[in-house]
């Protein structure tokens, strides 16, 4: 992916972006700010389209945005003139589906992601942590294929934060979705990703891939514990070193 | 009455407001310190208090409340002014009001311009013989005021003329003193009197002008007083100082200012001009009437006694003149009073409220509208006048032809023709109709196209290159040009009744509806727009679903902005030109200097102007709380 910038140059976004996910795969990845993470994420949603290579989900290609990419984003982006129950059943609304059975689907999700009772509340009464929630559920009522999520618990204060990763990893264990999450927190990334790719800047690459043991861990032991594990610590060190040096060596090229 | 009850009420409800507000004091959260905007809550009582203020000071200023607590009192200070008046002339002799004593002041002036002259006629380029000639001509002039002011020469008739009128004032001086003056009238007279009195409007019926005619008691004798004191001064105006030592004066300085004159030749320029004007000086001495330095005292000594009995005899009149008439006071000029202060052009409550009624009664009105009633209008009117005519020419079909003998069948199309011009019979409804009627239907017509119509194009133009780059120079070129330039060439081309005032609104609200629509398309978050997309939401959807929504806070805050351009440049439309609307009534009492009816206008564009601005508050309120929280 190359963007030109203001200056007339080009700046090489990403580069030589290869991998493939496996369905039911939970990707997270990683990275310095810069390094291109949000526009992986938003080539795969469709709003741009890459100036070389393909993506492809299911064998067909992606061209343009769609509903089988369903997508979370940073502050929710919630219609914020809608009901909580409206913004849930945005999608099937605009499908035209039978208005009974998106009720139906509605409650069912709106208890999942534990917002039971809530239907009617106007969105903006909500606090961070529950907008986030129903951002999911508005996500996830469309049943989509691959699930895009930028840096979602991002705005979210800690104790919150803890909750929503557990729900994360329950939704992804009770639906089998294929999950792609950005984040910049590097214990998230350790805890919800079964794989992990750190990113490195100019031009935008994967750095580093892990296999991690956390997330399937995290389904049936508590999170504090897998935080305070051995392996996760030094994992979580190693990969904080070489975010690090990262950032310095932007620092040192632009000085 | 009501006024003098109300005015009780308003004051009791300040000094209610400010007991209050010291209770509240004692009772209040010793917490809020200053600065804490907790202080600023819960005024309403002040809220009280300071359209009660308003509202007494409009009664106080406008003297109803002079109206209302002495009604006669005007009529009284009229007769009293009427004194003052016919004082006026001969006060105007003596140093009572003025510096200095009349003869005196003109000596000094003339004394001044002779020595003047005298330095410009030496300095001119005249022969010197001329000079002398002229030098002395002013001298004598000069020499004249001497003569005026020796008490030697002063006739002795003269003397006793001076020594009657001053024995006639001070004759009335004590008349007036006595409860008895004026003295009882003839029968006949008295009846005359009270006929005519009878006939007299009050107060504030024909506006700013009093009834001049005494109806009480003190009225009685101040109008008596004054019409004497006419009299006598004219008397005095009659006495004149004319010597026969000054007279044998200026009749020698006359002679030879005629043979200086006739001495010089045509082409003596300078010399005729000064002439002309030694001859002015005489003339203005001779004629200014002065008198020796204590001739006239007996009269001034009168003048002042009399003045002090005069405004001894006023009593609490004065206190009420003084205290409820303020800015000014009541003027007598001939056999008239009238308002002179606030009071002229900051109409009575209770006037205006008689005349507001009027204006709202559909039998009166203003120029055979009232201000706001209803008609009765048949449905079929109203169905005609909302049809369009063409409905009936888009039907397929022909209209009817007349048959071989001579019929017409009515077929679908003449029927629909027939509903699109209302030519059917229907039962009437109430239609609301009159001045503000008529200008509250301009604006919202006026304001509803162009919503209808800038809205999507202000949403269209927040979206699209092409509409932003084309729409572009139209808009922008219109917009900043004053509405109320346009006028004139609207009102020109769609004509002075509805069509061009509701064009121009249109035209204000477009320009301010495109305005906002686009700054709301423009401002949705990308992230809106993405979700909606990534939600499977078509162009269709997302414009209708998040773009306009979006746009609504926009959208009403240009609404809001638009009502009170188009309402303020409405009002000065219809004074351009019209014959209905509150302008136009506006205008019409402007001509007419009818201050009620113009406060009365004023008084009805802010109440409509702040209804529509709540209206438009609470509508905000309800469609979009939401706003800002996104």
Redesign the interface.
């Known amino acids: 992916m190359v963007f030109p910038s203001i200056k007339g140059e080009t700046v090489h976004a990403l580069k030589d972006v290869n991998f493939t996910l496996k369905q039911g795969e939970l990707l997270s990845v990683l990275g310095p700010s810069g390094c291109g993470k949000t526009t992986l994420l938003n080539i795969t949603?469709?709003?741009l389209r890459p100036t070389s290579g393909k993506i492809s989900l299911g064998g067909k290609e992606i061209n343009g945005?769609?509903?089988e990419?369903?997508?979370v984003?940073?502050?929710g982006?919630?219609?914020?003139?809608l009901t909580v129950a409206e913004n849930v059943n945005?999608?099937l609304r605009?499908?035209k589906e039978d208005p009974v059975e998106t009720a139906q689907k509605v409650e069912e999700w709106l208890d999942i992601v534990g917002l039971k009772g809530f239907g009617n509340t106007?969105?903006?009464q909500l606090s961070g942590g529950m907008q986030q929630r129903v951002a999911l559920a508005?996500?996830l009522i469309?049943n989509p294929d691959l699930i895009?999520m930028d840096e979602p618990l991002g705005a979210l204060d800690a104790l919150t934060r803890e909750k929503m990763q557990s729900l994360v990893l329950k939704i992804w264990k009770e639906t089998g979705k294929t999950i792609i999450l950005i984040t910049h927190s590097v214990e998230e990334a350790l805890l919800l990703g079964e794989r992990l790719f750190v990113m490195a800047p100019r031009p935008g690459r994967i750095h580093k891939e892990y296999q991690l043991p956390f997330a399937s861990m995290g389904l049936t032991e508590d999170l504090r514990a897998i935080k305070n594990n051995k392996e996760f610590v030094s994992t979580r060190e190693e990969i904080l070193t070489m975010i690090w040096d990262m950032e310095e060596e932007i620092m040192g090229k632009e000085n | 009455m009501l006024t003098g009850i109300i005015t009780v009420l308003l004051i009791l409800a300040i000094v209610g407001s400010f007991y209050y507000e010291s209770r509240i004091v004692k009772t209040e959260k010793i917490d809020a310190v200053f600065g804490d905007p907790e202080k600023a809550k819960g005024g309403v009582h002040w809220i009280i208090a300071g359209s009660s203020t308003i509202l007494l000071l409009w009664l106080f200023f406008s003297w109803d409340v002079a109206k209302s607590f002495y009604p006669d009192s005007a009529n009284e200070l009229c007769q009293v002014a009427k004194v003052e008046e016919s004082l006026v002339g001969i006060k105007y002799i003596f140093p009572i009001d003025e510096r200095q004593l009349k003869s005196t002041s003109v000596i000094d002036r003339e004394i001044a311009i002779i020595s003047d002259y005298k330095k410009i006629i030496q300095n001119s380029g005249i022969q010197s013989s001329d000079k002398a000639k002229l030098t002395g001509l002013l001298n004598e002039a000069e020499l004249m005021i001497g003569t005026l002011t020796n008490e030697k020469h002063l006739d002795p008739e003269v003397k006793n003329k001076v020594i009657l009128i001053a024995n006639k004032i001070t004759r009335l001086k004590e008349d007036f003193a006595q409860a008895s003056y004026p003295g009882i009238k003839s029968v006949e007279e008295e009846k005359e009197r009270l006929e005519l009195l009878s006939k007299q409007t009050s107060w504030g019926e024909t506006g700013m002008e009093i009834p001049p005619l005494p109806a009480s008691k003190t009225g009685l004798k101040f109008d008596a007083a004054a019409r004497e004191i006419k009299l006598i001064s004219e008397e005095f105006f009659e006495i004149k100082n004319d010597n026969p030592v000054f007279m044998a004066q200026f009749e020698k300085i006359k002679s030879a200012i005629k043979d200086f004159k006739n001495s010089l030749n045509d082409d003596q320029e300078l010399e005729q001009d000064y002439i002309r004007q030694v001859s002015k000086i005489a003339g203005r001495i001779a004629r200014a009437n002065i008198f020796p330095p204590d001739a006239l005292d007996s009269v001034q000594q009168s003048i002042v006694d009399f003045d002090e009995v005069q405004r001894e005899e006023q009593g609490g009149l004065s206190v009420i003149d003084a205290l409820l008439f303020p800015g000014g006071t009541i003027v007598a000029s001939g056999d008239v009073c009238s308002e002179q202060g606030p009071g002229r052009w900051l109409p009575k409550p209770s006037d205006t409220f008689k005349i507001f009624i009027n204006l709202l009664k559909p039998s009166e009105g203003y120029k055979n509208v009232p201000l706001i009633w209803y008609e009765m209008m048949g449905i079929n009117q109203v169905v005609g006048f909302i049809t369009p005519d063409w409905i009936a020419d888009i039907i397929p079909g022909k209209y009817p032809v007349h048959s071989s003998d001579g019929k017409v069948e009515p077929n679908l199309k003449s029927t629909v023709l027939d509903i699109a011009t209302g030519n059917f019979s229907a039962f009437s409804i109430p239609i609301p109709s009159g001045h503000i009627w008529d200008s509250f239907l301009r604006v919202i017509l006026g304001l509803g196209l162009g919503i209808i119509c800038g809205v999507p194009l202000g949403l269209f133009m927040g979206l699209s290159r092409f509409a932003a780059g084309y729409f572009d120079p139209i808009v922008e070129l219109y917009r900043p040009v004053p509405p109320l330039a346009w006028a004139p060439l609207i009102i020109t081309i769609f004509g002075i009744d509805n069509s061009g005032k509701i064009f121009l609104l249109f035209m204000v609200s477009f320009a301010i509806m495109v305005i906002s629509a686009r700054a709301g398309a423009s401002g949705t978050q990308l992230s809106k727009i993405h979700a909606a997309h990534s939600l499977g939401a078509s162009k269709w959807q997302i414009l209708r679903e998040v773009i306009a929504p979006n746009s609504l806070p926009e959208i009403l805050t240009g609404i809001r902005v638009a009502i009170g351009v188009c309402w303020g440049t409405l009002v000065a439309a219809e004074f351009l030109a019209g014959t209905t609307g509150i302008g136009f009534v506006e205008n019409v009492a402007r001509k007419y200097s009818q201050y009620e009816v113009i406060w009365i206008t004023i008084f009805v564009m802010g109440m409509l102007g702040l209804l529509f601005d709540i209206g438009m508050r609470k509508i905000i309120q309800k469609t979009i709380p939401w706003r800002g929280k996104g």
Do not use: I, S
């Open positions: 949603a469709g709003f945005p769609g509903v990419r369903g997508m984003f940073q502050q982006a919630l219609f914020e003139w945005f999608g605009m499908k106007p969105t903006y508005r996500c469309n895009l």
